[in-house]
T-cell receptor
Framework: DAGITQSPRYKITETGRQVTLMCHQT?????MFWYRQDLGHGLRLIYY???????DKGEVPDGYVVSRSKTENFPLTLESATRSQTSVYFC?????????????FGPGTRLTVL | KQEVTQIPAALSVPEGENLVLNCSFT??????LQWFRQDPGKGLTSLLL?????REQTSGRLNASLDKSSGRSTLYIAASQPGDSATYLC??????????FGTGTKLQVIP
């Protein structure tokens, strides 16, 4: 039972390059989320998805693009990476988005933009 | 805008002590509050979830309380162990899947 996985775990890229972070869950959860974690800011929601082909913005969506063609996958793309996007990115999922639903987190991707 | 504060930012206690971690939030219109644990270099692990209609939840040595009217939650850890050393995060959920996290309390339990 793999649960929720993220790849790559570590990534170094240069300013202006396109980068895609992958997230895969094996539970068939409806909801998936992308967060970034920065010192002094805690975790902040970038985008979330309620189902395949349904996505919505979170608190800090600028500079990011998401898609969800399959329930189990939720890739996050930085179309033109900037140094301010250096961060640790976490993917999460929850069963139905209800009030009793726990969010389950992946191990994170540490992204460095030079 | 919801703001979540956790005090203290860091805490060091000897093994065996009972301890309390604090979380406060500014907007009482929440659906639930969750406590998570984060180990270095790892993702978050959910510890307890309290719905807005509940006052507390318990799991083993952990007890979390919620006072929505005052915008406060506490996580009580009984008989602390070195394995409890981690960063503890609280998160409140508002509408439209908006979850606001605190910046965490880093706990060190000294053997």
């Amino acid at each position: 039972d793999a649960g929720i996985t993220q790849s790559p775990r570590y990534k170094i890229t240069e300013t202006g390059r396109q980068v895609t972070l992958m997230c895969h869950q094996t539970w068939s959860h409806s909801y998936m989320f992308w967060y970034r974690q920065d010192l002094g800011h805690g975790l902040r929601l970038i985008y979330y998805s309620a189902a395949a082909d349904i996505t919505d913005k979170g608190e800090v969506p600028d500079g990011y693009v998401v898609s969800r063609s399959k329930t189990e996958n939720f890739p996050l793309t930085l179309e033109s990476a900037t140094r301010s996007q250096t961060s640790v990115y976490f993917c999460a999922s929850s069963l139905s988005g209800g009030n009793t639903d726990t969010q389950y987190f992946g191990p994170g991707t540490r992204l460095t933009v030079l | 805008k919801q703001e979540v504060t956790q005090i203290p930012a860091a805490l060091s206690v000897p093994e065996g002590e009972n301890l309390v971690l604090n979380c406060s939030f500014t907007d009482s219109a929440i659906y639930n509050l969750q406590w998570f644990r984060q180990d270095p270099g790892k993702g978050l692990t959910s510890l307890l979830l309290i719905q807005s209609s509940q006052r507390e939840q318990t799991s083993g040595r952990l007890n979390a309380s919620l006072d929505k009217s005052s915008g406060r939650s506490t996580l009580y850890i009984a008989a602390s162990q070195p394995g409890d050393s981690a960063t503890y995060l609280c998160a409140v959920r508002g509408g439209y899947q908006k979850v606001t996290f605190g910046t965490g309390t880093k706990l060190q339990v000294i053997p």
